[in-house]
């Protein structure tokens, strides 16, 4: 018997049982790949994240971190962490937050969060450099399902924000977030603006202005 292995395509959906996925997702080579399984079908991204898509991811959750604290919001944020639904959904968004009275729902030393004991993240972002198009489609709809609050994609080629609230199995767009009041994606966006041209420790001194007033 031959035990060479057929390469699984990355990057993209291939159908696969629950039990595959798990397999998969063992093997050494993705181990620090970015997984997700969705309506019998996993995708195993592996596209290198470069400097656009690392900048972003950094200030996106220091954003997000920085609000809160100069709001008196409770916040619990994750970076690139794992949740599972056993036999039917995982995910391992970009950035993930729990709000509010949800702030202390995970116990320390958890690893991957269980979604049959805890609920989804209130909100989940993806930083979009190569993945725009299953950001805004396939990944949108698996996280309506799961019951997240609101969804943000960080498009880093076009510099903006598309953001969702989620109810009801669905979504629709808002320009202010709902879970974190008073924050507006456009400030946001012009923090990416700033990014382009300075450095972090500069952007980070405009959005904490922006936030105290």
């Known amino acids: 018997m031959s ?11 291939v159908t ?9 997702i063992a093997q050494p080579e993705y181990a620090k790949a970015k997984c997700y399984y969705y309506k019998g079908q996993m995708r195993i ?28 919001i409770d916040l ?3 970076d690139n962490c794992t949740y599972r639904k056993t036999g039917c959904n995982e995910i391992q968004p970009d950035a993930s937050f729990y709000i509010g009275k949800n702030a202390e729902l995970i116990p320390w030393g958890t690893t991957i969060i269980d979604l049959d004991v805890y609920p989804a993240p209130d909100l ?35 510099v903006r ?3 969702f609230a989620m109810e009801n199995g669905g979504s629709r767009k808002i320009t202010e ?13 012009a923090a990416f603006e700033q990014s382009r041209k300075t450095n972090h420790g500069q952007v980070g001194a405009w959005l904490l202005a922006q936030f105290q007033n």
């Open 3 to 13: 035990t060479l292995k057929i390469k699984l395509p990355t990057d993209t959906w």
């Open 124 to 158: 989940v972002i993806e930083v979009a450099s190569t993945s725009l198009s299953d950001d805004k489609g396939e990944k949108r709809l698996l996280y309506e399902e799961l019951g997240v609050k609101e969804y943000w994609i960080l498009d880093v080629k076009n």
């Open 45 to 72: 991204e592996m596209s290198p994240v470069g400097n656009p898509h690392s900048r972003d991811h950094a200030i996106i959750i220091y954003a997000v971190h920085l609000f809160a604290s100069i709001k008196g």
């Open 76 to 78: 619990d944020g994750h």
């Open 177 to 189: 977030s709902q879970v974190l009041p008073g924050l507006v994606m456009a400030v946001l966006e």
């Open 161 to 163: 924000i598309l953001a």
């Open 16 to 24: 696969a049982t629950w039990e595959e996925y798990l397999q998969e």
